[in-house]
């Protein structure tokens, strides 16, 4: 079983930056991956970032390229999301989520999901 809390949400002017934390279990076998899914409303939920956990490797939507930055921590088994220069169209539910394989930027791949952490940025 893994459990993934997210935090670090809120409200922030655009141009702005928040930082979100995902608190979850050891990577098992070092071959997992941590991903950031972002759901706006009336929009499908989308790939944001993601990060394999051993070699540190990194991958991420066009839209936050240049950004946002994913990191890890391996002593605290967090991932982080560092947000900066936010815009309205960041708005969204960022979701942290789970794979026990070396995935990228597919939904499907990924096995737990956080409840998700609402971040809102105004113009």
């Known amino acids: 079983q893994v459990q993934l809390v997210e935090s670090g949400g809120g409200l922030v002017q655009a141009g702005g930056s928040l930082n979100l934390s995902c608190a979850a279990s050891?990577?098992?076998?070092?071959?997992?991956?941590m991903g950031w899914f972002r759901q706006a409303p009336g929009k499908e939920r989308e790939f944001v970032a993601a990060?394999?956990?051993?070699?540190?490797?990194?991958v991420y939507a066009d839209s936050v390229k240049g950004r946002f930055t994913i990191s890890r921590d391996n002593a605290k088994n967090t991932v982080y999301l560092q947000m900066d220069s936010l815009k309205p169209e960041d708005t969204a539910v960022y979701y942290c989520?789970?794979?026990?394989?070396?995935?990228?930027?597919?939904?499907?791949?990924?096995?737990?999901w956080g409840q998700g952490t609402q971040v809102t940025v105004s113009s």
């Open positions: 989520a789970w794979s026990p394989r070396w995935v990228e930027k597919r939904e499907l791949d990924y096995s737990y």
């Open positions: 990060i394999r956990w051993t070699d540190g490797s990194t």
């Open positions: 050891v990577c098992t076998f070092n071959r997992c991956t």
